[in-house]
């Protein structure tokens, strides 16, 4: 095994439950080298925008992100260096000037819906998973995040859903699902692929720690 941390994606639709495949994973290994980069972190500073302008961010877009600056710190992270993850504040709708330091770890998850669009973030991986889950359960989740946590009328989710969500994800984020190695139906509800994840790590680590 070559000397350089393992870079694990994973992808799937807004409500796919790919957030908690990736949590359920990472707190099996709490106090061991394995970090979580959220795609989340790295939209594009909008700083220079009206709020206007702003307001009207498709965040489901490929262009929403800065793609330059992540690939630049996976390869940071990968050569064991430690970097400063950018902080994205959704109230004023650009990036925030607060950064988290982050130390290199032997195993990288990245995380976001459109984790596997870019060819030179896919190039970077050693394991792609894409989290499947029916449409049906994705606005159901995405009614009930947003509602209970976003103060979202339902009216309003089911307006952007209609309007923007759903045509970004088959457009963009569905036809991604050819480049995982690994489908996950059904997101954090199966244990099984989950399992077979964490041993996966686990003889990483193990092969890591031998080197």
């Known amino acids: 095994m070559v000397n350089r941390p393992v870079v694990i994606g994973v992808a799937g639709g807004s ?15 709490a106090d061991q080298s394995v970090l979580v980069i959220e795609q989340d972190s790295y939209y594009k500073d909008q700083s220079e925008k009206s709020m206007p302008e702003r307001l009207g961010t498709n965040y489901d877009h490929p262009l929403a992100f800065d793609n330059d600056l992540l690939i630049e710190h996976v390869k940071e992270l990968m050569l064991y260096n430690s970097i400063q993850k950018p902080v994205y504040d959704y109230t004023v709708h ?37 989290v499947d889950t029916d449409s049906d359960l994705r606005i159901l989740r995405r009614m009930v995040r947003d509602i209970r946590d976003r103060g979202r009328t339902l009216d309003s989710v089911v307006e952007q859903y209609t309007s923007v969500v759903r045509p970004m994800h088959l457009q963009f984020i569905e036809p991604t699902k050819r480049y995982a190695d690994i489908i996950v139906p059904e997101g954090g509800q199966n244990r099984v692929a989950i399992d077979l994840m964490v041993t996966k790590i686990h003889t990483i680590l193990e092969e890591k720690a031998m080197l």
């Open 15 to 29: 409500g796919s439950g790919k957030t908690t495949v990736t949590r359920e994973i990472f707190k099996q290994f």
């Open 94 to 130: 650009t990036r925030s000037d607060k950064i988290i330091p982050v130390e290199p770890k032997d195993v990288i998850i990245l995380e976001g819906i459109l984790i596997l669009e870019d060819e030179r973030l896919r190039d970077l991986m050693d394991i792609k998973l894409f």
